[in-house]
């Protein structure tokens, strides 16, 4: 099965920052990479999709890039609405495995 | 609006059976792949099952093949997911999800709230 491992595991930022988190995987997925956000007590939400994919009504300020086994999420700017968990997935093959998450809180 | 609500989730004794169901709404159901993914409390994601618009294509993670069994009703816009011999690691919150396209791609664009499930003696 193909393994997900993100980077970091959580990560202390202030408002108005660049904020870049990294999905690797361990075999090459092409761009088969998805990123989701989840807040406490919720559902997780799909942000971005096949690498670089903006979801519809997803906010501009995030952006995804990279192919093969190599990917970051970025959030520009960071806002309070931003304060989350991170999950990358790939859908490249069954499994569709998740990564272990990040935790961006306030700084 | 797409809308999918879970229910069933209860408090069960090990080795005991529970049936999850996720009403869909606000989309062709028919048209979709529907996954279940769980979430134990205070941990990662994991995907648990997929099953595609016409139930051709049915997959399992390791973990719950041959306990779980999933389902859908397209003439009810529904969703199940049959969960026999339980053990103590399947407690989770269980979210029922839609795939972004017709072929099951595993891009899960809309979530239900998840039901939770406890496994405990």
């Known amino acids: 099965d193909i393994q997900l491992t993100q980077s970091p595991s959580s990560l202390s930022a202030s408002l108005g920052d660049r904020v870049t988190i990294t999905c690797r995987a361990s075999?090459?997925?092409?761009?088969?990479l998805n990123w989701y956000q989840q807040k406490p007590g919720k559902a997780p939400k799909l942000l971005i999709y096949?690498?670089?994919s903006l979801q519809s009504g997803v906010s501009s300020r995030f952006g995804g890039r990279g192919s093969g086994t190599d990917f970051t999420l970025t959030i520009t700017s960071l806002q309070p609405e931003d304060f989350a968990t991170y999950y990358c997935?790939?859908?490249?093959?069954?499994?569709?495995?998740f990564g272990g998450g990040t935790k961006v809180d306030i700084k | 609006e797409v809308h999918l609500v879970e229910s069933g989730g209860d408090l069960v004794q090990p080795g005991r059976s529970l049936r999850l169901s996720c009403t869909a709404s606000?989309?062709?159901?028919?048209?979709?792949?529907m996954h279940w993914v769980r979430q134990a409390p205070g941990q990662g994601l994991e995907w648990v099952a997929t099953?595609?618009?016409?139930?051709?294509?049915?997959a399992y993670a390791d973990s719950v093949l041959g306990r779980f069994i999933i389902s859908r009703d397209n003439t009810k816009n529904s969703l199940h997911l049959q969960m026999n011999s339980l053990r103590a690691e399947d407690t989770a919150f269980y979210y029922c999800?839609?795939?972004?396209?017709?072929?099951?791609?595993?891009?899960?664009?809309?979530w239900g709230q998840g039901t939770l499930v406890s496994v405990s003696s």
């Open positions: 999800t839609k795939d972004i396209t017709s072929s099951s791609s595993g891009t899960m664009d809309y």
């Open positions: 606000g989309f062709n159901f028919d048209d979709y792949g």
């Open positions: 099953v595609s618009w016409n139930s051709n294509l049915i």
């Open positions: 075999q090459s997925i092409s761009g088969y």
């Open positions: 096949t690498a670089s």
């Open positions: 997935q790939h859908t490249y093959t069954t499994p569709p495995a």
